[in-house]
């Protein structure tokens, strides 16, 4: 059973391995694969506690979707706003720290969303209220402080893919 919850980290460990080296040389994918087995097969007993939700394809494949639709719609999307707020001559921005609900239960998933809002420009997630479910959010622009708003416009998008992986 050990083994089994190494699998998912070993794949992901070389999947990030190959993309950071930019290269598919025999070196790089001998060197990838071994470094991925060290570092996935101490870290995976470790960090995976359901070895068969890790190995899902189903949960594998809303990974996948989820990673492109934030690299490169959500991302851009984010980096496309801030420069515009940045270059507007009256700099148009009504920053505050909101607290936005959240509805998942994994620590997986609650961290997914508040890494993906910091990593996002524009939002930082600043506190955690895991009692009351709420993220403390600093947000450039606020439209409304408001639960219904925060959460529509700052962690919906991320929380169905982080349910669908992570729950």
């Not at 507007?88 to 997914?112: C, D």
């Not at 895991?130 to 959460?151: F, G, Q």
């Not at 416009?153 to 992570?166: D, G, L, R």
Request: hydrophobic share 45%.
């Amino acid at each position: 059973m050990k083994a089994a919850r190494c699998i998912a980290p070993i794949i992901m460990l070389f999947i990030i391995y190959i993309m950071f080296s930019g290269s598919i040389s025999p070196y790089d994918l001998t060197l990838g694969l071994i470094v991925s087995i060290i570092v996935g097969g101490i870290m995976g007993s470790i960090l995976v506690t359901n070895a068969a939700k890790s190995l899902n394809p189903i949960r594998l494949l809303w990974l996948i979707a989820y990673a492109f639709k934030y690299f490169f719609v959500d991302e851009i999307r984010a980096h496309t706003d801030v420069i515009k707020r940045i270059l507007h001559p009256k700099l148009p921005i009504n920053p505050g720290i909101v607290r936005v609900p959240y509805h998942v239960e994994s620590e997986y998933a609650i961290v997914t969303i508040a890494n993906s809002i910091t990593n996002t420009p524009g939002t930082v997630t600043v506190d955690l209220d895991t009692k009351r479910k709420y993220l403390y959010v600093h947000w450039i622009n606020v439209k409304a402080p408001d639960e219904k708003t925060t959460y529509k416009n700052i962690v919906k998008p991320f929380e169905k893919y982080a349910k669908k992986i992570f729950d």
